[in-house]
């Protein structure tokens, strides 16, 4: 069955890390898997979580310093793709994913939530499937991008907000000096 999935000229991998076991090693299982297969291009779905905690303005330069597990586990599969001659590879760091059902407000209406002055880095499911396409038909291998929208209000500000408008019970923010980062998406 995996011989028929991976039957392909380009790959997308857009699979989340998992608690069971280690995803750079699932990750190297496949590329053993991808090279057998003679895919010639992968596109790996990475997340802005591989540039950790830091504050100010992160791009593509920037050295990532992941300081969750899951931040680690994708950085290192990056590093596993990227290093790989036997095909081209485009890494896509995708900020927080909303729409198609799916909004964070959700997980935080009506509870006490930490950092209100951080900024937002999130993407909408859309603009997600638009920069694949793009990617693909311009043939961009070899690339690494992120991809947020250009927008980048307080946690407070945007949250809040959605709340009002989806009808949701309003969070609430405990007081915090941390402004974290904001992601830069000029290459895309």
Known sequence: ???????????II???PTKDQPFSNAIGRLICEIEK??????LFVSATSVYGDVTGFVDENTMPEPTTENGKELLLAEKLLSENPNFKNTILRFGGLIGNGRHPVKYLSGKENPDPDMRVNLIHF?????????IISLEKWGEIYNAVSAFHPTRKEYYTSKALQMELPLPTFAASRKEGKIVRRDKI
């Open 1 to 11: 069955k995996l011989t028929k999935f991976l039957d392909a000229d380009i790959l």
């Open 14 to 16: 857009n699979i989340p």
């Open 37 to 42: 297969a003679k895919i010639k291009n992968v």
């Open 126 to 134: 859309e603009d997600c499937i638009g920069i694949i396409e793009s």
